[in-house]
C-alpha cells in the first residue's frame, strides 16, 4: 500500500491559504495520496512538535513564522540564508528540519512566462519583508536593476544594501515611475495613499492573492495575479518535499490557476465546530468565542442529554454506545442548521460513519491539539470524566487520530494557553467566513 503523504501549511492567520488546496490538486494531478492540512499554534516550537507527532514532514511556513522558524533548524538553504526567510521545510526523521526558500522560484517563473529575458530590466520592488527579499534575490541572479520602495524608509533602505541596490521613497516616486519595466508589489492589501498610476507598457506582478485591487490601483498596468506566484512556488515546494522534479505545461498552469481563482471565491458557512479529544478543551474555548464573537454556542453532548432525559453515562449504561451515537448524528446534524454558531462534538463524533462529510460545506472544522500527556492528565484528574478509561486512552488517540485530520480546515496547537488567550488567538482565522 502507497503511503499517504502529509503536508502542511503554518501561519498565522493561515486559514485563508490557497496552498492546502494547491497542494490538494497537485497530489491529485501527480497521483500521489496525501493531504494537506492548515496549522498554527500560540508557540511555534509547540507548532513544530505537533506536526512531528502528527507525521507531517512536509510544511509550508508563512507569516509571522518565515524569519522565526530559522533557529529551530539543523540546516538552510545557501537561499533561504541569503533571503533571511524560510517558506518551505522538510523534516529528515533522523536529524531535523531542512529550511528551503521557494519565493525567489515563483517570482522568476511568473515573470518569464511574460517575459524573454530579465537581463537589463528596471524593477520596482515595493515593501521590504521576506517576499521583497525573495524577490530581489531572483531578479538579482536574472541580471535585472532592482529598486526599493516602501513606507517605513529605514527599513527600505536596510534592504536596498542588502542588495547593493538603492531605495526611493514613496512619496517621491512619480519622477522614477514613467522608467519602470516591472512593479513587485509585495505591500499587503492597497492602501488607498498608495495606487501608482503606470502606463500600459509596464507589469506589476502582485504578491497579495486573497483580493482583487481596486479599479486602476497600479493605472494601465498589465497585472499578473498573485496566484501565478503561488503556483509556482508552490510547484517548487512540492517537488523539494518530494524529492522530485515534476514536469508542468502551460495546460497544467491553465488549470492550477483556474482552480484556485475559484476556490479563492468559496467562502466557509458561519458556523464553526471544535473538535478533539475529551479534555481539549472544546467546551470552554468554544464559550469563550461565543462570549468574544457574539454568536451562539452549542454543545452536541448537552443536546444529547437533554434530548434523551439523561447524562452521557446514563444512556451508555441503559442503551449502549450504538444507540449514544445514533442521538449524537441526530444533534450534530440539528446543531448544523444554526448560523453564527460554534459546536462543540464530543471527543468519539467523528468515529461514526458520514459525520465528517456532513461538517463539510456546512462548517469551518477546527481541531484544538493537546499533546497526549496534557489530555491524560486532564481527564486523570477530572471528576466530571466518568467514560475516560486510562487502559483504553491510548488505543483511542490512535484510533481517532485519522478522523480529527481527515475532518480539520485548521489544526491549532493549544498546548500551555488560557482559555482567553487561545480564544483571542483564535479569532483573526475567522474574516473568510461568508
Known amino acids: ?105 515563483g517570482v522568476l517563473l511568473s515573470l518569464l512566462a511574460r517575459f524573454q529575458t530579465l537581463k537589463g530590466t528596471r524593477v520596482l520592488i515595493a515593501g521590504a519583508g521576506g517576499a521583497a527579499k525573495a524577490a530581489a534575490f531572483s531578479l538579482c541572479q536574472a541580471g535585472a536593476k532592482i529598486i526599493f520602495t516602501n513606507r517605513n524608509s529605514e527599513k527600505g533602505e536596510q534592504i536596498a544594501k542588502e542588495f547593493f541596490s538603492y531605495f526611493h521613497p514613496l512619496s517621491k516616486l ?22 501608482l498610476p503606470l502606463l500600459s507598457n509596464q507589469v506589476v506582478l502582485d504578491a497579495n492573492y486573497k483580493d482583487e485591487p481596486p479599479q486602476n490601483y497600479f493605472g494601465k498596468a498589465e497585472r499578473l495575479d498573485g496566484l501565478n506566484w503561488l503556483i509556482h512556488q508552490g510547484w517548487q515546494s512540492f517537488c523539494t518535499f518530494l524529492g522530485r522534479n515534476f514536469e508542468v505545461d502551460s495546460l497544467f498552469l491553465n488549470r492550477s490557476l483556474s482552480f484556485l481563482q475559484t476556490s479563492r471565491e ?44 439523561k447524562n452521557i453515562s446514563e444512556i451508555f449504561q441503559d442503551h449502549g454506545e450504538e444507540s449514544f451515537r445514533r442521538l449524537e448524528k441526530e444533534q450534530i446534524e ?61 488505543r483511542q488517540m490512535v484510533e481517532r487520530e485519522p478522523s480529527y485530520l481527515h475532518a480539520s480546515d485548521l489544526i491549532i496547537d493549544s498546548e500551555g494557553g488560557s482559555v482567553e488567550e487561545i480564544a483571542d488567538f483564535l479569532i483573526p482565522e475567522f474574516p473568510f467566513l461568508e
Request: hydrophobic share 40%.
Open 266 to 309: 468559496l467562502k466557509s458557512p458561519r458556523r464553526l465546530v471544535l473538535v478533539g479529544f475529551m479534555g481539549a478543551g472544546k467546551t470552554t474555548v468554544g464559550r469563550q468565542l461565543s462570549a468574544r464573537m457574539g454568536w451562539d454556542f452549542l454543545d452536541t453532548d448537552v443536546m444529547c442529554e437533554v434530548a434523551a432525559g
Open 1 to 105: 500500500m502507497a503511503k499517504s503523504e502529509r503536508f502542511a501549511v503554518i501561519g498565522h492567520p493561515v486559514s485563508h491559504s490557497l496552498s492546502p488546496p494547491l497542494y490538494q490538486f497537485m497530489l491529485t494531478e501527480f497521483g500521489i495520496e496525501g493531504k494537506c492540512f492548515r496549522a498554527t499554534g500560540l508557540q511555534l516550537p509547540k507548532v513544530l512538535k505537533m506536526l512531528h507527532e502528527l507525521k507531517i514532514q512536509y510544511f509550508n511556513v508563512t507569516h509571522p513564522y518565515k524569519e522565526k522558524i530559522q533557529e529551530h533548524l539543523i540546516s538552510i538553504s545557501p537561499e533561504a540564508l541569503k533571503i533571511g526567510a524560510v517558506n518551505a521545510t522538510v523534516e529528515d526523521t533522523e536529524k531535523g528540519l531542512i529550511g528551503h526558500n521557494t519565493d525567489h522560484t
Open 334 to 394: 440539528k446543531s448544523l442548521h444554526s448560523k453564527d454558531t460554534i459546536i462543540a462534538l464530543g471527543g468519539g463524533a467523528l468515529m461514526t460513519p458520514g459525520i465528517s462529510q456532513m461538517l463539510k460545506g456546512n462548517a469551518f472544522t477546527i481541531w484544538l491539539y493537546q499533546p497526549q500527556e496534557i489530555i491524560e492528565k486532564r481527564c486523570t484528574l477530572s471528576s466530571q470524566r466518568p467514560l475516560f478509561d486510562l487502559a483504553s486512552f491510548t
Open 174 to 195: 512619480s519622477s522614477l515611475l514613467s522608467s519602470i519595466d516591472i512593479v513587485i508589489w509585495t505591500i499587503p492589501g492597497y492602501p488607498p495613499s498608495l495606487e
